[in-house]
């Protein structure tokens, strides 16, 4: 058999021992699972090692130059620490290069967010506010800005803590604050239906994929 043929008759049967689930969890499902999460864990190690690992050591400790090899050494340094957190007498030192992963973690993510996210959506925003277009697509813009704008503060003032205190201690909104968030919730209901959707849709497209993958195979064979 060719490797396209070994290819071939793999996946076939691969579908199949995932399609055994609709019989009921089974050691055929569970074993293409485990063959499915083992082979993705041995090619993400592959490619990480050989695009990430490898080209930073040549970049950084291969170079020869003092900074580089400080910065090539440092991921290890940060490595080390945190197997420590294994070990219940030295687990307070991971706490370093936790700290320190998770504080640059969370500032990329804020400075990607804003000007990845936020700016471009309040530009967006803006620019349909303001269309340059006349007639039925001015209005159409207008209406498509309103809407942003009006979706974005609901949904921000329902996540939000816009409450006052009650004499009694307890926490309440106020009436405007509870109309503004019940609008919200409703954005955040469609927006998660949409996505709902679009993930079902996902998988019947997968769905009819593997079904016509095996009928065309039992047809060929």
């Not at 991921?75 to 706490?95: A, D, I, M, Q």
């Not at 804020?110 to 269309?131: C, E, K, W, Y």
């Not at 109309?179 to 919200?184: D, H, K, M």
Request: hydrophobic share 50%; net charge positive; charged share 10%.
């Amino acid at each position: 058999m060719t490797p396209d043929q070994i290819g071939l008759a793999a996946g076939f049967v691969f579908t199949l021992m995932i399609f055994s689930y609709l019989l009921g969890d089974n050691f055929l499902y569970r074993l293409a699972v485990y063959i499915f999460a083992g082979l993705a864990a041995g090619y993400i190690t592959v490619l990480t090692v050989e695009s990430v690992i490898l080209p930073w050591l040549r970049g950084t400790v291969g170079s020869g130059e003092f900074g580089g090899i400080i910065i090539g050494i440092l991921p290890v340094v940060l490595g080390v620490l945190l197997l420590t957190k294994s070990f219940r007498r030295y687990h307070k030192l991971g706490n370093l290069a936790l700290g320190l992963i998770i504080g640059v973690g969370a500032a990329v993510g804020i400075i990607g967010a804003i000007s990845g996210t936020l700016i471009p959506v309040m530009n967006d925003t803006v620019s349909a506010l303001r269309p340059q277009a006349s007639g039925d697509d001015a209005g159409i813009a207008l209406f498509n800005g309103f809407l942003v704008v009006g979706g974005v503060i609901c949904t921000l003032v329902y996540f939000g803590h816009f409450s006052r205190r009650a004499p009694d201690g307890t926490v309440r909104r106020g009436a405007f604050g509870r109309i503004l968030g019940t609008i919200g919730q409703g954005f955040v209901v469609i927006a998660l239906g949409a996505l709902y959707g679009g993930a079902i849709l996902t998988g019947l497209v997968i769905l009819t994929e593997r079904l016509a993958f095996i009928f065309t195979t039992i047809g060929g064979s």
